[in-house]
Nanobody
Framework: QVQLVESGGGSVQAGGSLRLACAAS????????MAWFRQAPGKEREGVAC???????SVIEPVKGRFTISRDSAKTILYLQMDNLKPEDTAMYYC??????????????????WGQGTQVTVSS
């Protein structure tokens, strides 16, 4: 089993920055994909960024140039650096992980392991 614990959320003004972290523990040796999802009230969970076992990142268009996903060298901590935050970035942010190499990368149903989430609130 894999446990994921997010941290780093908070409240900032528009234009500010936050850095989210997700610490993985347990059977982390076979994790291949890790990703960040977000869910705003009344909306579906949305894939924001993912990174594969070879450290190839992908981010969705609305956050491109503002958000950066990365992993530490041991591949047990996932980061999301969020700059120039906008009110529409307000959401609960979740970390996810999966051992498979062939998945729909930013599709929530692809991921077997999930954290509890960390709240990000951006005020205008």
């Amino acid at each position: 089993q894999v446990q994921l614990v997010e941290s780093g959320g908070g409240s900032v003004q528009a234009g500010g920055s936050l850095r989210l972290a997700c610490a993985a523990s347990g059977n982390t040796y076979n994790i291949y994909y890790m990703a960040w999802f977000r869910q705003a009230p009344g909306k579906e969970r949305e894939g924001v960024a993912c990174i594969d076992g070879d450290n190839n990142p992908s981010v969705i268009e609305p956050v491109k140039g503002r958000f950066t996903i990365s992993r530490d060298s041991a591949k047990t901590i996932l980061y999301l650096q969020m700059d120039n935050l906008k009110p529409e970035d307000t959401a609960m942010y979740y970390c996810a992980a999966d051992p498979r190499r062939e998945i729909k990368r930013l599709w929530a149903e692809s991921y077997a392991h999930w954290g509890q989430g960390t709240q990000v609130t951006v005020s205008s």
